[in-house]
């Protein structure tokens, strides 16, 4: 168990929906980040929050967006969701985000767009 | 913008033998740090090994042991007397920057034969 808590595992929904999924960081953690991983594109980072600020985005649409609260956990937004969103999103944290920090990751949610 | 490159879709190993499994990357960094990921069919994204770049001595850990060749960008891991338990997908990740970003290779598909 990695300490990072994903929820819910697994999620079907219909194009056109709008979805939200949760992550809780490992105790301590203050960074977190937010991956997808789809056959076509293999594991892609997408955003990235620091004790309640975006620190870093990556290949982010802007149909999607997320959040860090204070209470560190945080939030995936999907809108709009086309067939093509389909796929699995990691959330992952670490103590501080620099360097080699390693980077736990939860066991992610399972997106089903139909 | 940094890359990473696995070329090997696919291995087999017999248990108790030994596989390596490739990845090359890009960097103009000179100071860095390579990781191995594990995803077993749980999903779970799991740290097996980690490198950093200014240390010449290959990282070790029980049976994982990488192969770190710097001038030729490359980062390979060795699974010594292969377990079942060792069929997973691997990923060799480049973390970016001060924020460590994962940057992902496409993975490798390792499975075990008994």
């Known amino acids: 168990d990695s300490g990072v808590t994903q929820t819910p595992k697994h999620l079907i929904t219909a194009t056109g929906q709008r979805v939200t999924l949760r992550c809780s960081p490992r105790?301590?953690?203050?960074?977190v980040y937010w991956y997808q991983q789809s056959l076509d594109q293999g594991l892609q980072f997408l955003i990235q929050?620091?004790?309640?600020?975006?620190?870093a985005k990556g290949n982010i649409l802007e149909r999607f967006s997320a959040q860090q609260f204070p209470d560190l956990h945080s939030e995936l937004n999907l809108s709009s969701l086309e067939l093509g969103d389909s796929a699995l999103y990691f959330c992952?944290?670490?103590?501080?985000?620099?360097?080699?920090?390693?980077?736990?990751f939860g066991q992610g949610t399972r997106l089903t767009v139909v | 913008a940094q890359t990473v490159t696995q070329s090997q879709p696919e291995m087999s190993v017999q248990e108790a033998e030994t596989v390596t499994l490739s990845c090359t990357y890009d960097?103009?960094?000179?100071?860095?740090?390579l990781f191995w990921y594990k995803q077993p069919p749980s999903r779970q994204m799991i740290l097996v090994i980690r490198?950093?770049?200014?240390?010449?001595q290959n990282a070790t850990e029980n049976r994982f042991s990488v192969n770190f060749q710097k001038a030729a960008k490359s980062f390979s891991l060795k699974i010594s007397d292969s377990q079942l338990g060792d069929a997973a997908m691997y990923f060799c990740?480049?973390?970016?920057?001060?924020?460590?970003?994962?940057?992902f290779g496409k993975g490798i598909t390792l499975s075990v034969r008994p």
């Open positions: 992952a944290s670490s103590a501080e985000g620099g360097g080699g920090t390693e980077a736990f």
């Open positions: 929050y620091y004790n309640g600020e975006e620190r």
């Open positions: 105790s301590g953690d203050l960074s």
């Open positions: 960097t103009s960094e000179s100071d860095y740090y």
């Open positions: 490198q950093e770049a200014y240390k010449q």
């Open positions: 990740a480049y973390p970016t920057g001060a924020n460590s970003k994962l940057t």
